[in-house]
Nanobody, 123 residues
Protein backbone atom coordinates (compact mmCIF):
# COMPACT_ATOMS: atom_id res chain seq x y z
CA UNK A 1 0.00 0.00 0.00
CA UNK A 2 1.38 3.40 -1.00
CA UNK A 3 0.06 6.21 1.20
CA UNK A 4 -0.03 9.71 -0.25
CA UNK A 5 -0.62 12.96 1.63
CA UNK A 6 -0.86 16.34 -0.04
CA UNK A 7 -0.04 19.68 1.56
CA UNK A 8 0.49 23.30 0.58
CA UNK A 9 -2.99 24.28 -0.52
CA UNK A 10 -4.63 27.51 0.55
CA UNK A 11 -6.11 30.82 -0.49
CA UNK A 12 -4.16 33.01 -2.92
CA UNK A 13 -4.96 36.03 -5.08
CA UNK A 14 -5.06 35.77 -8.84
CA UNK A 15 -1.55 36.05 -10.25
CA UNK A 16 -0.02 34.52 -7.15
CA UNK A 17 1.83 31.25 -6.60
CA UNK A 18 1.55 28.13 -4.49
CA UNK A 19 3.63 25.01 -4.22
CA UNK A 20 1.87 21.75 -3.46
CA UNK A 21 3.72 18.79 -2.00
CA UNK A 22 2.75 15.15 -1.88
CA UNK A 23 4.61 12.89 0.51
CA UNK A 24 4.57 9.16 -0.15
CA UNK A 25 5.18 6.28 2.21
CA UNK A 26 4.76 2.53 2.35
CA UNK A 27 6.33 1.44 -0.92
CA UNK A 28 9.24 2.34 -3.17
CA UNK A 29 8.33 5.79 -4.43
CA UNK A 30 10.73 5.72 -7.38
CA UNK A 31 8.83 2.79 -8.90
CA UNK A 32 5.80 4.99 -9.63
CA UNK A 33 4.85 7.60 -12.13
CA UNK A 34 3.28 10.45 -10.17
CA UNK A 35 0.40 12.65 -11.23
CA UNK A 36 -1.61 15.65 -10.12
CA UNK A 37 -5.32 15.94 -10.79
CA UNK A 38 -7.88 18.51 -9.70
CA UNK A 39 -11.60 18.67 -9.16
CA UNK A 40 -13.52 21.93 -9.22
CA UNK A 41 -16.97 22.21 -7.61
CA UNK A 42 -19.60 20.46 -9.71
CA UNK A 43 -17.05 19.04 -12.16
CA UNK A 44 -15.24 15.79 -12.70
CA UNK A 45 -11.64 15.16 -11.79
CA UNK A 46 -9.28 16.60 -14.38
CA UNK A 47 -5.69 15.75 -15.30
CA UNK A 48 -3.16 18.48 -14.46
CA UNK A 49 0.34 17.02 -14.82
CA UNK A 50 2.35 13.84 -14.53
CA UNK A 51 6.00 12.96 -14.08
CA UNK A 52 7.39 9.60 -15.06
CA UNK A 53 9.75 7.41 -13.07
CA UNK A 54 12.57 8.81 -15.17
CA UNK A 55 11.50 12.45 -14.85
CA UNK A 56 9.65 13.05 -18.10
CA UNK A 57 6.83 15.53 -17.61
CA UNK A 58 3.46 16.07 -19.29
CA UNK A 59 0.92 18.83 -18.71
CA UNK A 60 -2.67 19.69 -19.46
CA UNK A 61 -2.89 22.51 -21.97
CA UNK A 62 -4.68 24.68 -19.41
CA UNK A 63 -1.65 24.76 -17.09
CA UNK A 64 1.27 24.47 -19.53
CA UNK A 65 3.76 27.25 -18.96
CA UNK A 66 2.34 28.10 -15.53
CA UNK A 67 2.67 24.87 -13.52
CA UNK A 68 5.75 22.71 -13.01
CA UNK A 69 5.74 19.15 -11.67
CA UNK A 70 8.89 17.75 -10.10
CA UNK A 71 9.91 14.90 -7.84
CA UNK A 72 12.55 14.20 -5.23
CA UNK A 73 12.98 10.46 -4.88
CA UNK A 74 15.29 10.86 -1.89
CA UNK A 75 12.43 12.60 -0.04
CA UNK A 76 9.65 10.44 -1.51
CA UNK A 77 7.89 13.61 -2.55
CA UNK A 78 6.33 15.05 -5.68
CA UNK A 79 5.71 18.78 -6.08
CA UNK A 80 3.48 21.01 -8.13
CA UNK A 81 4.69 24.59 -8.46
CA UNK A 82 1.77 26.74 -9.55
CA UNK A 83 2.44 30.26 -10.84
CA UNK A 84 0.21 32.91 -12.40
CA UNK A 85 -2.79 31.36 -10.73
CA UNK A 86 -6.25 32.10 -12.07
CA UNK A 87 -9.67 31.82 -10.41
CA UNK A 88 -10.42 28.88 -12.71
CA UNK A 89 -7.57 26.98 -11.04
CA UNK A 90 -9.72 26.79 -7.89
CA UNK A 91 -10.19 23.11 -7.06
CA UNK A 92 -9.25 20.28 -4.76
CA UNK A 93 -5.88 19.02 -5.94
CA UNK A 94 -5.02 15.34 -5.68
CA UNK A 95 -1.77 13.51 -6.17
CA UNK A 96 -1.79 9.97 -7.46
CA UNK A 97 0.63 7.14 -8.15
CA UNK A 98 0.73 4.97 -11.26
CA UNK A 99 2.57 1.65 -11.41
CA UNK A 100 1.81 0.84 -15.04
CA UNK A 101 4.34 0.83 -17.86
CA UNK A 102 3.75 4.35 -19.17
CA UNK A 103 2.55 7.50 -17.35
CA UNK A 104 -1.12 8.20 -17.89
CA UNK A 105 -3.38 11.25 -18.18
CA UNK A 106 -6.38 9.16 -17.20
CA UNK A 107 -7.62 8.60 -13.65
CA UNK A 108 -7.94 4.90 -14.38
CA UNK A 109 -4.18 4.62 -14.80
CA UNK A 110 -3.53 5.46 -11.15
CA UNK A 111 -3.54 2.97 -8.30
CA UNK A 112 -3.20 5.20 -5.27
CA UNK A 113 -4.64 8.60 -4.37
CA UNK A 114 -4.16 11.17 -1.66
CA UNK A 115 -7.10 12.81 0.16
CA UNK A 116 -6.60 16.12 -1.64
CA UNK A 117 -5.78 19.69 -0.72
CA UNK A 118 -7.94 22.73 -1.43
CA UNK A 119 -6.62 25.54 -3.62
CA UNK A 120 -8.71 28.69 -3.85
CA UNK A 121 -7.76 31.57 -6.13
CA UNK A 122 -9.55 34.83 -5.49
CA UNK A 123 -10.08 37.68 -7.95
Amino acid sequence: QLVLVESGGGLVQAGGSLRLSCAASGRTFSNYHMGWFRQAPGKGRQFVATISRTGNTYYADSVKGRFTISRDNAKNTVYLQMNSLKPEDTAVYYCAADSTLLPSRAESGYNYWGPGTQVTVST
